[in-house]
């Protein structure tokens, strides 16, 4: 599902540098639509809230370095509706300008969390590690250097954009490392209930009383909704004040969806949905 737009040229923003993860996302699945990167994830969500882009491709979870911390702030507040979510499989490759070989590398470049779910090949050839803000942006920082003792650890679309060549592929230590992206919209889009598997993604808050919690989830229990994902986070740097962010299948139109909100509104101080969108078929995939 994706949203119908009146606009010429179509926009979504993302963050990084072109060849980027979420600039593949991007690629892959809003094809004719204009990526557009943006330094921060301050500035996608400013260029959608403002118009300068039409959607937004945020990544929310990673398999092995788990949530990213920023978006779970930024997303409750922004006033944008999840529409759509999408999984890729992170795939890392060892990079450098032509005429770089294994034996000429001494340092290689990336993001800090790409350095660290690629130690194997890093200790295996003895590299030094370096740091950079941003897996593309090492690879565009290495074609800048042309020097064939450094390389970085990129996406592959990042050689293509920036000329390098690919020395080694799939250089990340895990298999299974995966990112889940969601797709944000000024408008509340909602799918249809009765076509296909729905996620419905939510925020409220507790009240500060005994139990408040367990009495809040005890309806989704209750009624027999799965939820796929409860997170905590402190809002207004009160210890007392915590808001949780949850995920369950189904549409709030759902019987037993729509009782466990019911019971969930009355022990809580608010309940906002933040969307309500198909699940990825990426989902069908993972064992329970």
């Given at each position: 599902?994706?949203?119908?737009t009146t606009s010429t040229t179509r926009r979504i923003a993302y963050q990084g540098e072109p060849g980027a993860n979420s600039h593949q996302v991007c690629k892959e699945h809003y094809p004719d639509w204009e990526a557009v990167p943006c330094a921060s ?43 759509a979510e999408h999984f890729l499989r992170i795939r890392f490759c060892l990079m450098g300008v032509p005429g770089t070989t294994l034996g000429t590398i001494r340092t290689v470049h990336s993001h800090v969390h790409a350095l660290g779910q690629c130690r ?169």
């Amino acid at each position: 599902m994706k949203p119908v737009t009146t606009s010429t040229t179509r926009r979504i923003a993302y963050q990084g540098e072109p060849g980027a993860n979420s600039h593949q996302v991007c690629k892959e699945h809003y094809p004719d639509w204009e990526a557009v990167p943006c330094a921060s994830f301050e500035d996608v969500f400013a260029a959608v809230e403002s118009g300068d882009a039409d959607l937004a491709m945020i990544p929310i979870d990673n398999s092995i370095a788990g949530r990213v911390a920023d978006i779970h702030h930024f997303l409750p507040g922004s006033g944008l509706h999840i529409v759509a979510e999408h999984f890729l499989r992170i795939r890392f490759c060892l990079m450098g300008v032509p005429g770089t070989t294994l034996g000429t590398i001494r340092t290689v470049h990336s993001h800090v969390h790409a350095l660290g779910q690629c130690r194997k090949i890093i200790r295996e050839h003895g590299f030094t590690p370096v740091i950079s803000g941003d897996t593309a942006g090492a690879a565009r920082e290495v074609k800048e250097f042309a020097d064939p003792t450094q390389a970085a650890i990129s996406p592959p679309l990042a050689a293509d954009i920036y000329g390098l060549e690919i020395l080694a592929e799939d250089v990340e230590d895990e298999e299974h490392n995966t990112t889940r992206f969601v797709v944000l919209s000024r408008e509340l889009i909602e799918a249809p209930p009765g076509n296909g598997p729905v996620v419905t993604s939510f925020i409220f808050n507790v009240r500060n009383l005994p139990a408040a919690l367990y009495k809040a989830l005890g309806g989704f229990a209750t009624n027999g909704v799965n939820m796929t994902k409860l997170e905590s986070y402190m809002v207004g740097g009160e210890f007392t004040a915590t808001q949780f962010l949850a995920e369950v299948d189904g549409h709030p139109d759902d019987a037993g969806l729509k009782r466990a909100l019911e019971e969930l509104a009355f022990f809580t101080t608010d309940v906002t949905v933040l969307g309500v969108y198909p699940a990825d078929p990426f989902r069908a995939t993972v064992s329970r």
